[in-house]
């Protein structure tokens, strides 16, 4: 973070902002009682974020800059309600070099969902197939969806099991992706990224946080997200028109085989490689969320050996080697 600029939490009211490069982490239009429209945005950086309004010339400025944008914000800060937020007066889309990646970058422990919807939509603008890009951004712009996927657990328990896992989960599969469609370059990239973000978009409806316990719905129980993601998919794509039906095949498979195996509840097994790919990385992240999980738990123990676990039916050696010898 650039040491001039103060922590987000501890601005104050009345507080000048000055072309402060601020990441857009959702941005709505809204229409106020005196029928004026407003825009209401959720605006930060790695120090927190804080809510911003725009008053003031909406139409001109609405679609000058998007979700995941970084943008110069000129304001003053307003406590309302007990809530600080930046009214805005001048707001414009922040040049390249005029800003540092690293001041935006998501701290690990807290998921910032918002943070990570913006990337997410930044990599749905990277697919090139017109359906696939379509279908993914009417999905997980459709309101409803995006309300429960900022705040929906990946799991129950296990791996990524807290609020905003899911999202964590697919965006760390997105990420893996690139890797993988850079390496084997005769994978279709689009069908992969596909496969990252909606494997277990189902479980939007399969799983519910009640007063902080994450419990599956009767819908999730009696239908599972494989099958209402497939749904996800008739609706979605029959308002897209002149959406390919071998790709609406293709696309059902991926999910319906992405557990790998029957008996861990897919009802085929993967018959492409696209749909290998997104059911062995599925795999290895929600591993690797549960080693690390495990681990930095056990580490606080100040033990060499973690007690015996379960779920991989080992100790582990809990020195950290991560950067030890350099
Ligand atoms: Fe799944
Ligand atoms: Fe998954």
């Not at 930060?44 to 000058?64: F, L, M, P, Y």
């Not at 494989?226 to 029959?238: N, V």
């Not at 290998?276 to 123990?301: L, N, P």
């Amino acid at each position: 973070m650039s040491d001039k600029l103060t922590p987000i939490k501890m601005l104050t009211d009345k507080e000048p902002i000055a072309d402060r490069p601020l990441l857009v982490k959702d941005k709505v239009l809204g229409v106020g009682k005196n029928g004026k429209s407003f825009l209401s945005l959720l605006v930060g950086d790695k120090s927190g974020h804080i809510d911003g309004r725009i008053w003031d010339r909406v139409d001109e400025i609405a679609d000058t800059f998007s979700i995941g944008d970084v943008v110069l914000v000129k304001g003053l800060v307003q406590v309302y309600q007990n809530r600080k937020q930046i009214i805005i007066h001048k707001i414009e889309k922040a040049p390249p070099d005029s800003f540092s990646k690293d001041d935006f970058q998501i701290e690990s422990v807290q998921v910032d969902a918002h943070a990570l919807f913006s990337e997410l939509i930044t990599i749905v603008q990277t697919v090139e197939a017109g359906p696939i890009k379509q279908i993914l951004l009417d999905s997980i712009q459709d309101d409803e969806i995006k309300k429960l996927l900022l705040k929906a657990p990946a799991a129950k328990s296990i791996h990524h099991a807290h609020r905003g896992g899911l999202i964590e989960h697919i965006v760390s599969i997105c990420r893996l992706m690139k890797s993988i469609a850079a390496h084997y370059t005769h994978l279709n990239y689009d069908l992969l990224v596909f496969g990252a973000i909606y494997h277990d978009l189902g479980k939007v409806w399969e799983l519910e946080i009640n007063k902080d316990m994450i419990q599956y719905s009767h819908k999730g129980r009696l239908l599972g997200h494989m099958q209402l993601a497939c749904e996800l998919i008739d609706k979605k794509s029959q308002r897209i028109l002149g959406f390919p039906e071998d790709l609406r095949e293709i696309l059902k498979h991926i999910i319906l085989s992405h557990h790998g195996k029957i008996e861990y509840g897919s009802p085929v097994r993967p018959y492409i490689m696209e749909a290998f790919v997104v059911a062995s990385i599925d795999e290895f992240d929600s591993k690797m969320d549960t080693m690390f999980s495990f681990i930095k738990a056990e580490r606080e123990t100040g033990d060499s050996w973690s007690r015996y676990s379960e779920h991989f039916d080992r100790y582990f050696y809990l020195e950290n080697l991560k950067g030890k010898w350099t």
